[in-house]
Nanobody
Framework: VQLQASGGGLVQAGGSLRLSCAVSGRTVTSLNMAWFRQAPGKEREFVIRITRVGSRSSYPDTVKGRFTISRDSPKNTLYLQMNSLKPEDTATYYC????????????????WGQGTQVTVSS
């Protein structure tokens, strides 16, 4: 399985971005997938996930209602729609996948994209 993340950039506070994660090697619907992020000097943290059957959850509370995860089967791609962005959302965003476990723990994910930088200016 290979994951290719893209779509990051510089945006003003209150703006929106959509990140993409192109999947190859398996279908996006056969994978449990998630987005993580890592800010400078901080641990990589779970943001949001979608299971093989389409169940969604997000964490931390600070992204709920602002971030949405989705997938496009024909394009075999995972998305992260980020709205009402805040400076504290600034981080490198990573897509991740596994085939068996529904989890928030980064150690449970076997496949990782290379990361895409999101910078939110105030």
């Amino acid at each position: 399985v290979q994951l290719q993340a893209s779509g990051g950039g510089l945006v003003q506070a209150g703006g929106s971005l959509r990140l993409s994660c192109a999947v190859s090697g398996r279908t996006v619907t056969s994978l449990n997938m998630a987005w993580f992020r890592q800010a400078p000097g901080k641990e990589r943290e779970f943001v949001i996930r979608i299971t093989r059957v389409g169940s969604r959850s997000s964490y931390p509370d600070t992204v709920k209602g602002r971030f949405t995860i989705s997938r496009d089967s024909p394009k075999n791609t995972l998305y992260l729609q980020m709205n009402s962005l805040k400076p504290e959302d600034t981080a490198t965003y990573y897509c991740a996948a596994n085939t068996e476990v529904v989890a928030h723990d980064r150690d449970e994910y076997d496949y990782w994209g290379q990361g895409t930088q999101v910078t939110v200016s105030s």
